[in-house]
């Protein structure tokens, strides 16, 4: 069974291998417009792609999954980590 909501806290924090961006993008399709998701990342959707392995079709698709149906919350300002 599946959880009604999936968290993924720091998404860009460290990069994925190919295989390790093919399977998150598994993931994220099995869930598109099936369960709700909580992503974070303290990159802009620009630059995923240097996370995912460079692989900006697979990363395009991921995001186009991802920003369907989606409420984007941009916080701005300095960082409380490096206060």
Known sequence: ????????DE???LPF???EAKLFFQVIAK???RSAMILDSNL???QWDQTFA???ALT?????RILHHSHVVQIKGESYRLK
């Open 1 to 8: 069974m599946a959880p009604k909501l999936l968290i993924i």
């Open 11 to 13: 998404i860009g924090y």
């Open 17 to 19: 291998s190919l295989e």
């Open 31 to 33: 869930r598109y417009e």
């Open 44 to 46: 802009p959707f620009g």
């Open 54 to 56: 460079r692989d900006a």
């Open 60 to 64: 395009s698709a991921m995001l186009d």
